[in-house]
T-cell receptor
């Protein structure tokens, strides 16, 4: 069965530090890849997605992610984090599940805490 | 994007009771999904709500425990039956976006606490 692995469960950074959150998936077929963010007390929002084309995708709020097919990875990056980036970040893969239906499978999430 | 409203937003329930969560979307959508987010954990797909037919459940979830209805293209309900404290969770309704990339839009969730 497909799975999504996020290696960092809790990351603490100071403002202006650079961020990279790892995401690996296990699925050999066609996938669409996503990063979602959940700010404290808010619902999930899409940060960015990869569907096709340029493997380097840019999202909202200065985030970007690179799809490396050979490594089954889709790492999230931001050159300089802000206190307002404090949130939970989820990597997700859209692929065909055991039921035969395509749906999003989420990673376990990474809690980012940015200290002022 | 779609605007998704869920009711109730939160509830405290007694063990053994059942609760139905409603999900209303402001536009017609083909695919609706129900996820669960247990405390401190990620999202787990419960089932795909199919319009006019039985829901498609993921491994580990069964219709007797989580009956789902989807009478039309804008509305769905999820019932959590015979609740136990292990069912304490946030239940999220989501819909598939129109751009065929698999992007999901989420409601704000229904936070259930079972005593």
């Amino acid at each position: 069965a497909q799975s999504v692995s996020q290696h960092n469960h809790h990351v603490i950074l100071s403002e202006a530090a650079s961020l990279e959150l790892g995401c690996n998936y296990s699925y050999g077929g066609t996938v669409n890849l996503f990063w979602y963010v959940q700010y404290p007390g808010q619902h999930l929002q899409l940060l960015l997605k990869y569907f096709s084309g340029d493997p380097l995708v840019k999202g909202i709020k200065g985030f970007e992610a690179e799809f490396i097919k050979s490594k089954f990875s889709f790492n999230l990056r931001k050159p300089s984090v802000q206190w307002s980036d404090t949130a939970e970040y989820f990597c997700a893969v859209n692929a065909r599940r055991d039921t035969g239906r395509r749906a999003l499978t989420f990673g376990s999430g990474t809690r980012l805490q940015v200290q002022p | 994007s779609a605007v998704i409203s869920q009711k109730p937003s939160r509830d405290i329930c007694q063990r053994g009771t059942s609760l139905t969560i409603q999900c209303q979307v402001d536009s017609q959508v083909t695919m609706m999904f129900w996820y669960r987010q247990q405390p401190g954990q990620s999202l787990t797909l419960i089932a795909t709500a199919n319009q006019g037919s039985e829901a498609t459940y993921e491994s580990g979830f069964v219709i007797d425990k989580f009956p789902i209805s989807r009478p039309n293209l804008t509305f769905s309900t999820l019932t959590v039956s015979n609740m136990s404290p292990e069912d304490s969770s946030i239940y999220l309704c989501s819909v598939l976006g129109w751009d065929n990339t698999g992007e999901l839009f989420f409601g704000e969730g229904s936070r259930l606490t079972v005593l």
